[in-house]
């Protein structure tokens, strides 16, 4: 399996889509960085800069908006680079037979979907923590004083863990869609499951807001049609709802999570991920290629 | 151990029922250069990608240096160019190389001496380092026979191994195959270039419309269809009306001056010796007897058409 992870490895740095989205995850977190550093120039020049409860609360709403925001558009390249780079790790090789070598070599094609899936959600486990890190290590120290969201070490690990939790799921699916499908097809599914999971956590957010159980029964059903957002979720949870701040839950706004998922839920995450994987080893035993 | 490397009992992949290959019964011998032959589209590469696990078959069943296909072990052993050889163009043919060494388990050490080995032998030496997407198609070619010579394999399929190459590529493959049988490993060789194929096979197994329709030595295989070539005066033309009735089918070759060549076939190649005693004693001026050698080119098209007429005169008997 050792050989297949170190190609995938190669294959991934060799491409330029790792190349382009490193260079694009650089300047939006230098963008972010910059927005954070004004955030914070504009909050000493204001009213923000006092120390009375409307001033406090406002600067909690900010900085967790800021980081919920940075945080959430962070989630969402990680998620687009897992669609992209694994959708076609088994279709795009089927389809230019580039697998034929590998697969008449004595290698358990279990071995070749595994040594695929390590090298690929590690790669992307590794992006993840980048990703996450980066943003928080940004909010920490150009926020300073002012704009940095106040967190504990566990709170960051249980956080980190949900945030890379996301890319690994989602290359579980794509591994059983490139797996049974051809890349193009694989990847428009994947798309839109991402989609369904993405609006769906908006509208349950929404319907607990406002109170509306059909559009909380929307959010829970594309919850379980596609589990990620609810790993976002659960990651807004770890990092500031437990925060030490009572005012955090309230400002978490549109990034935030106003219905917390379950324990079942998260396993339930865990479960469709590990099937999906599985899934795609028995399909992958059983396809010619 | 066997004396066969593959043997497969009515093997069949079939894609909904149709193409692919159809109740293949073969055994290849150990030590041999297999030549599998037929038309493009006649399930060559089928069976050689069924043999190899790639596909499925839909049924009967085949062994492979011992082993059930399908399985790893039936694999170990193996090495496999593919008709459509397609490598990562992003690695070089050095790091292609040690990619399937690593997945063949050989070690740093072992691989490292291994890769120049099989990298000087199909002639990549120095430009191993380069990376695949600058490679010609003939480099492509080659460094994908050094990749199916990897691990030492006993047997070895190369899907038409001379596709990309140009006449001296082409020879230095004849050659290296020459020298794998002379080591022992069994070389199956899947090609519609008869001629290239004819200097190199011992055995070939010949399949149309995805059927077997012989396998076997192939200068024996020729000998079905016993002929010779006769020179004899033009003034005994005439002995050709009064041929004894072993002598199925004659006609004439060429014409020269005073001398013509007749292709006479014989129903027995032990005839030879009663049909000059018969010509002498007719007073045919005979000049010269030649027998006549089949090209494989020959041997393939007779075997194909015979199947082609068996075919015909069965589907006319399934109209009436």
Redesign the interface.
């Known amino acids: 399996m050792?050989?297949?992870i170190?190609?995938t490895y190669?294959?991934m740095i060799?491409?330029r889509i790792f190349t382009i989205t490193l260079i694009m995850s650089l300047a939006f977190l230098l963008l972010f960085g910059l927005a954070t550093g004004y955030a914070i120039k504009e909050m000493k020049e204001s009213s923000f800069g006092n120390a009375g409860p409307d001033a406090l609360l406002q600067k909690n709403f900010f900085s967790t908006q800021l980081l919920g925001m940075g945080l959430y558009f962070g989630s969402v390249i990680t998620a687009l680079l897992a669609i992209l780079s694994s959708v076609g790790s088994i279709a795009s090789e089927i389809e230019?037979?580039?697998i034929?070598?590998?697969?008449?070599?004595?290698?358990?094609r279990y071995k070749y979907v595994l040594g695929k899936f390590f090298g690929l959600a590690s790669m992307l486990g590794l992006y993840g923590l980048l990703m996450f890190f980066g943003l928080l290590a940004i909010n920490q120290w150009v926020g300073g004083g002012a704009l940095a969201v106040q967190v504990g070490g566990d709170q960051i690990l249980k956080a980190a863990a949900f945030f890379v939790g996301m890319p690994i799921i989602l290359v579980c699916v794509a591994m059983l869609l490139s797996s049974m499908t051809t890349t193009v097809t694989g990847g428009i599914i994947l798309i839109i499951l991402y989609g369904i999971s993405f609006i769906g956590g908006f509208i349950e957010q929404l319907g607990v807001a406002f109170s509306n159980s059909s559009l909380t029964n929307i959010g829970i059903i594309s919850s379980l049609v596609f589990p990620t957002d609810s790993l976002f979720r659960q990651m807004t949870i770890s990092l500031f709802d437990t925060a030490d701040d009572p005012l955090s839950f309230a400002s978490q706004g549109i990034f935030g999570t106003t219905s917390p998922p379950s324990t079942t839920m998260l396993i339930y995450s865990i479960l469709y991920g590990l099937v999906a994987l599985g899934l795609s080893i028995r399909v992958f035993q059983?396809r010619?290629? | 151990m066997s004396d066969y490397v593959i043997e497969t009992w009515e093997l069949t992949k079939q894609y909904n029922g149709q193409a692919g290959c159809k109740n293949i019964t073969l055994q290849v011998p150990r030590g041999s250069v297999f030549g599998f032959l037929g038309q493009n589209g006649a399930g060559k590469s089928t069976f050689v990608r069924t043999m190899l696990g790639l596909l499925h078959p839909t049924n009967g069943k085949a062994v492979m240096l011992g082993q059930p296909i399908g399985s790893v072990e039936s694999r170990k052993k193996v090495g496999y160019l593919p008709e459509l050889f397609r490598y990562p163009d992003w690695l070089t043919g050095q790091q292609l190389l040690e990619h399937h060494a690593e997945v063949c388990g050989l070690t740093h050490r072992e691989s490292k001496s291994v890769i120049k080995n099989v990298v000087e032998l199909v002639g990549m030496a120095g430009r191993e380092r380069e990376r695949i997407r600058g490679f010609s198609k003939g480099m492509q070619q080659r460094i994908g026979i050094a990749c199916a010579l990897l691990a030492d394999p006993e047997l070895i399929f190369l899907d038409e191994p001379t596709s990309a190459l140009d006449p001296i590529g082409r020879k230095e493959v004849r050659e290296l195959i020459a020298r794998l049988r002379d080591q022992g490993k069994t070389v199956f060789l899947n090609s519609h270039l008869l001629s290239e194929m004819e200097s190199v096979c011992n055995y070939v197994g010949i399949i149309h419309r995805s059927e077997l329709v012989v396998q076997g030595d192939w200068r024996k295989l020729s000998t079905v269809q016993p002929q010779i070539e006769l020179t004899v005066d033009k003034d005994s033309a005439g002995f050709s009306n009064e041929l004894p009735s072993f002598v199925t089918e004659s006609r004439l070759v060429r014409q020269g001056e005073n001398r013509d060549t007749w292709l006479m076939t014989l129903d027995q190649d032990n005839r030879v010796p009663a049909l000059l005693q018969q010509l002498i004693a007719s007073g045919a001026g005979v000049h010269e007897v030649v027998r006549k050698q089949h090209s494989l080119e020959e041997v393939f098209l007779y075997w194909v058409q015979k199947k082609e007429g068996e075919r015909h005169v069965a589907d006319h008997q399934n109209h009436v």
């Open positions: 050792w050989p297949i170190k190609i190669r294959e060799s491409k230019s037979h580039q034929d070598t590998w697969l008449a070599r004595a290698l358990p059983k010619d290629v």
